[in-house]
């Protein structure tokens, strides 16, 4: 069962829900206002180690997917997935298994 406990609407809020509500999955949308996703999984991951981070994002540009992987994401997803795959991806990074898509 998939249960969403909150929900950020910058890097900063993501960090401080994460240290308060302590998520198995994060999903992060790497282009926010404030601190971008890719700092905030950075910050999030040293924070909350036990937090597993997909990244979001509407384009599968390679270098922005890098910088989101190198940062602590397990994975990323476009954000036109579908619920199922949506699903499987935050089952697998449960898991703590990466998921590309």
Do not use: W
């Amino acid at each position: 069962m998939i249960e969403c406990i909150g929900e950020a609407e910058s890097g900063e809020e993501a960090i401080e829900l994460c240290s308060h509500l302590a998520p198995h999955v994060v999903l992060m949308d790497l282009m926010m206002p404030g601190m971008g996703g890719i700092a905030a999984t950075r910050v999030l991951r040293a924070r909350c180690p036990q937090t597993h981070v997909i990244a979001l994002t509407s384009f599968a540009e390679p270098r922005m997917v890098q910088e989101a992987v190198n940062a602590g994401a397990f994975g990323y997803l476009l954000k036109n997935v579908s619920a199922s795959e949506l699903a499987d991806a935050v089952f697998a990074a449960a898991a703590g298994r990466t998921m590309m898509g």
